[in-house]
Nanobody
Framework: QVQLVESGGGLVQPGGSLRLSCAASGSIFSINTMGWYRQAPGKERELVADITSGGSTNYADSVKGRFTISRDYAKNTVYLQMNTLKPEDTAVYYC???????????????WGQGTQVTVSS
């Protein structure tokens, strides 16, 4: 069984920084893309950033230049460094990973439980 466990959310003032972490554990043969999504109240879940197994990154326009996604392949962990945070970044942030549990298994998308990020003075 695969689990994604997130950490690092919290309350921060506008202009501040936070770093989110997401560790994948369990039965893992390989991990393809890992990423972060967010969902604000009353809005749909949206992609924030993702990173492929080869290290290519992709960012939502709203976070380019402020957020940085990175990955520790040995630890099956993805990070999201969030700088210059704005009130509109307030949301529940979810980790997502495309994981192949076993050699003979097809890859599936797995989600973390979500971590709240609140940007407010």
């Amino acid at each position: 069984q695969v689990q994604l466990v997130e950490s690092g959310g919290g309350l921060v003032q506008p202009g501040g920084s936070l770093r989110l972490s997401c560790a994948a554990s369990g039965s893992i043969f390989s991990i393809n893309t890992m990423g972060w999504y967010r969902q604000a109240p009353g809005k749909e879940r949206e992609l924030v950033a993702d990173i492929t197994s080869g290290g290519s990154t992709n960012y939502a326009d709203s976070v380019k230049g402020r957020f940085t996604i990175s990955r520790d392949y040995a630890k099956n962990t993805v990070y999201l460094q969030m700088n210059t945070l704005k009130p509109e970044d307030t949301a529940v942030y979810y980790c997502n990973a495309d994981i192949q549990p076993r050699l003979w298994s097809a890859p599936s998308h797995y989600w973390g439980q979500g971590t709240q990020v609140t940007v407010s003075s």
